[in-house]
């Protein structure tokens, strides 16, 4: 089992930034690859940015890429998701994910699932 929290979700302006940390516990937080997606109200859970652990290889959105930094700390067991240069459209519940080895894109693939955060951008 892995357990994951998410934090540092809030209120911020058109433009600004925001980081996201989830913390990890239970089993070998290395072994597992690590996903960020988002929930917006009326649509359906989307991929935001994910994590493998082969090279450390990084997959974002389009929508997000050049903005948006997905991390992953071992020593600290924690993801986490910079977000910068915010808009509106990002306003949503985001969710950490995790499964073992190699992020996807796709939400029935994690096994693993956060409580979720809620990012608010206001215009």
């Known amino acids: 089992q892995v357990q994951l929290v998410e934090s540092g979700g809030g209120l911020v302006q058109a433009g600004g930034s925001l980081r996201l940390s989830c913390a990890a516990s239970g089993r070998t937080f290395s072994n597992f690859a690590m996903g960020w997606f988002r929930q917006a109200p009326g649509k359906e859970r989307e991929f935001v940015a994910g994590?493998?652990?082969?090279?450390?290889?990084?997959d974002y959105a389009d929508s997000v890429k050049g903005r948006f930094t997905i991390s992953k700390d071992n020593a600290k067991i924690t993801v986490y998701l910079q977000m910068n240069s915010l808009k509106p459209e990002d306003t949503a519940v985001y969710y950490c994910a995790a499964r073992l080895f190699r992020a996807t894109r796709q939400t029935s693939d994690y096994a693993y699932w956060g409580q979720g955060t809620q990012v608010t951008v206001s215009s």
């Open positions: 994590f493998s652990i082969s090279g450390g290889s990084t």
